[in-house]
């Protein structure tokens, strides 16, 4: 992900990539005249356009007991009604309003189909440039175009060619994550096939009981600005919670990787720290999500010294998207500020499958207010133009959370827009997950960065699967109809 401003300096030479020194006319590598500007990509960015706040948000209560009858009303964000209904897996959104049926998309916070300029700002000089930002794209045949540049990044998937595979390394040795066999040497190339190992942030894995997540630098992007955090801790009743969190940072602003790494952490210690009292898991994550943007916006007010490794960068706030996913008590918990997404993929494929965020886009709210349908929306190039993002620059903190209640075992997909720009329905999200994921959560993570890196890896991949199980119900289950 990454946002535009007017081209006051640029971030990296167009000859070689080096980032150029403050001030310089022309590259100290390579030479080339930097004066000399490329025009824009035609690469279809995004956007993100300031919403206007639609009041105060209401007081959040916190609950009171363990046992929670229902997902307690968190915040007031009073966005558009979800374009994906996830009518399969009851539910309720922020504002304890159900999830279900295809008539979820009118309602009270359903924008006028007549004014939907009303709530994105666009003109004025309060909206210029300061509040842009961008996200390339998966593009096919536009990767130069991007401002980014080809790399070999390492393939996590399996290997495919393990008929010359070099000796075995040995127990605890550390394995090439390019053909998964060879043995690293101490200088970081692989001794079967020679690959460079990635920087430890290029290419991360964690996994625990019931959780795991990949994250993934991808082909077109010198860094990985993603991060995620995943863990799980016990409710007083001793049960247990599990939680991912997964954050994608704006590359244009200063620092996106601090941002999505201080924006995870944040999250993930705010739960850690809440659930175990007894919190309900949906107040839980409006405040996580709160305490990550506190996170990131604290990184705005740094002093000048802090950023002397980043003075090539134009100085504007960090900002990051944020998403996560809670499983406690039987419920299912999503909450999301930006882009990034969360996806239902029920253990049996027959049965429907979901999204169950929906987007801070232009798109999104397009689509809500019934001006295109989904495909016209997400074809124009400003589909991607994000209206919800983490950062001191930020119109105003807008956290969403869903609660659900599944009733019956599934896979819960947490990812940044450099996956599912490759597999953008639930549809196609569910085809891409492996028929085994619930029992080899990592390594279907690992596919589903590997089907990214097949599209294109346009953009840095993360993706954390959450297996969620049941326990046996009576003949009553609200969704054994549908």
């Known amino acids: 992900m990454s946002q535009s401003h007017q081209q006051p300096a640029l971030s990296k030479c167009p000859g070689c990539a080096e980032p150029p020194a403050a001030g310089d006319l022309f590259c100290g590598v390579c030479g080339y005249d930097l004066a000399a500007v490329p025009p824009r990509p035609d690469d279809r960015p995004t956007m993100a356009i300031t919403v206007p706040s639609a009041g105060p948000a209401e007081p959040v209560e916190a609950a009171r007991a363990v046992r929670w009858p229902a997902a307690e009303e968190t915040d007031s964000s009073d ?79 399996a290997p495919e060619h393990t008929a010359a595979l070099a000796a075995a390394p040995a127990p605890g040795a550390k394995v090439c994550v390019a053909c998964r066999s060879g043995r690293v040497d101490p200088d970081g190339y692989c001794e079967n096939c020679g690959h460079a190992q990635p920087r430890e942030r290029d290419h991360m894995e964690q996994e625990l009981d019931a959780v795991a997540a990949v994250s993934d630098r991808g082909l077109r992007h010198h860094r990985n600005e993603d991060s995620f955090a995943v863990s799980s801790t016990a409710l007083p009743d001793g049960s247990a919670a599990v939680v991912a969190i997964v954050c994608d940072g704006v590359s244009s602003a200063s620092r996106p990787d601090e941002a999505s790494a201080a924006a995870a952490s944040a999250a993930n210690e705010a739960l850690l720290e809440s659930l175990p009292r007894g919190t309900h898991p949906q107040t839980a994550m409006h405040e996580a999500i709160v305490a990550a943007s506190e996170a990131v916006n604290a990184l705005a007010q740094e002093p000048a010294g802090a950023r002397e490794h980043d003075a090539h960068r134009h100085q504007n706030a960090p900002a990051c998207t944020l998403v996560g996913a809670i499983m406690a008590g039987g419920l299912l918990i999503v909450g999301w500020v930006g882009d990034s997404r969360v996806y239902w993929v029920p253990e049996d494929r027959t049965r429907p499958t979901a999204r169950l965020t929906e987007d801070d886009s232009w798109a999104a709210q397009m689509v809500a207010a019934g001006l295109m349908n989904e495909a016209e929306a997400y ?62 959560p990592l390594r279907a993570a690992r596919t589903l960065v590997g089907h990214a890196l097949d599209g294109g890896g346009h953009d840095n991949v993360t993706v954390a699967l959450l297996p969620f199980a049941v326990r046996p119900q009576g003949a009553g289950s609200a969704c054994d109809t549908v």
């Open 79 to 157: 966005v558009p009604a979800p374009v994906v209904r996830p009518a399969d897996v009851p539910g309720t959104d922020s504002g304890g309003r159900p999830l279900t049926g295809p008539d979820a998309v009118s309602g009270p916070n359903t924008p006028d189909a007549a004014s939907p300029h009303e709530a994105v700002r666009t003109g004025g000089p309060e909206s210029a440039a300061a509040q842009v930002r961008h996200d390339h794209r998966a593009d096919p045949g536009g990767a130069e175009a991007a401002g980014d540049f080809t790399l070999a990044a390492p393939d996590p998937r």
């Open 379 to 440: 074809a124009d190039e400003r589909a991607h133009a994000i209206t919800g993002w983490l950062g001191a620059d930020a119109y105003e903190l807008e956290p969403h959370t869903a609660a659900f209640k599944p009733d019956r075992p599934g896979l819960v997909v947490v990812c940044t827009d450099g996956l599912w720009n490759y597999a953008e329905s639930a549809e196609e999200m569910a085809a891409a997950v492996p028929a085994d994921a619930r029992e080899q």
